[in-house]
């Protein structure tokens, strides 16, 4: 059974530019949930998704980020017009439902805003 | 939702048992505690949860007391190789999880 999976790995990109992270659960999990991470800092909650929908979105940023999480295919966090603030790690997580059941985690996409 | 106190940082010598205690005052009571482990570079990684009194598993032992408002994660015999940041969390899971700091442990040789 593959583990969360999550691509790019290392994305670099010049301010202004749009970022595209995929994440893609593990298999049977239907909650997936994107995390923001600085160095030498914990992770912040950004967004909490299921299937085709939003269900807690508090962490993220109001403006140039959005999160979806379609019927078919991978979990994917846009970030539009990025900005050098914008540069850390990305995390994904996935769970089997909501509750006490852990979560998840990928990789990590390391994003560099140049 | 309950927020978590941990020691920034810890260190051990290799063969030690390492205790890492978190404090949570405002446990609710459908919280349960979870605690990770995150190496460099990595995504976290579960440990362990519980809700009351012990649980132990293949890699470490969860301590909580009956008012709740502490616990403390045990790893017996630590290595090289648990040299990681761990993550206290208090909740019911799913929704808002909440990450703090974490304590950041340094096994020596």
């Known amino acids: 059974n593959a583990g969360v999976m999550q691509n790019p790995r290392h994305l670099v990109r010049r301010r202004g530019q749009e970022a595209r992270l995929r994440c893609s659960p593990m298999?049977?999990?239907?909650?997936v949930y994107w995390y923001r991470q600085l160095p030498e800092e914990g992770l912040k909650f950004m967004v909490y998704?299921?299937?085709?929908?939003?269900?807690?979105e508090s962490g993220m940023p109001k403006e140039r980020f959005s999160a979806e999480f379609p019927k078919e295919g991978p979990s994917i966090l846009r970030i539009q017009q990025v900005v050098r603030g914008d540069s850390a790690a990305y995390f994904c997580?996935?769970?089997?439902?909501?509750?006490?059941?852990?979560?998840?985690f990928g990789p990590g996409t390391r994003l560099t805003v140049t | 939702l309950a927020k978590t106190t941990q020691p920034i940082s810890m260190d051990s010598y290799e063969g030690q048992e390492v205790n890492i205690t978190c404090s949570h005052n405002?446990?609710?009571?459908?919280?349960?505690i979870t605690w990770y482990q995150q190496f460099p570079s990595q995504g976290p990684r579960f440990i362990i949860q519980?809700?009351?009194t012990k649980v132990t598993n293949e890699v470490a032992s969860l301590f909580i007391p009956a008012d709740r408002k502490s616990s403390t994660l045990s790893l017996p015999r630590v290595s090289l190789s648990d040299t990681a940041v761990y993550y206290c969390?208090?909740?019911?899971?799913?929704?808002?999880?909440?990450f703090g700091a974490g304590t950041r442990l340094f096994v020596k040789a």
């Open positions: 997580a996935s769970s089997p439902g909501q509750g006490v059941y852990e979560q998840y």
């Open positions: 298999k049977g999990h239907s909650h």
């Open positions: 998704l299921q299937k085709e929908n939003i269900i807690d």
């Open positions: 405002n446990i609710a009571t459908n919280d349960y």
């Open positions: 519980g809700y009351k």
């Open positions: 969390l208090v909740g019911t899971g799913g929704f808002k999880t909440i």
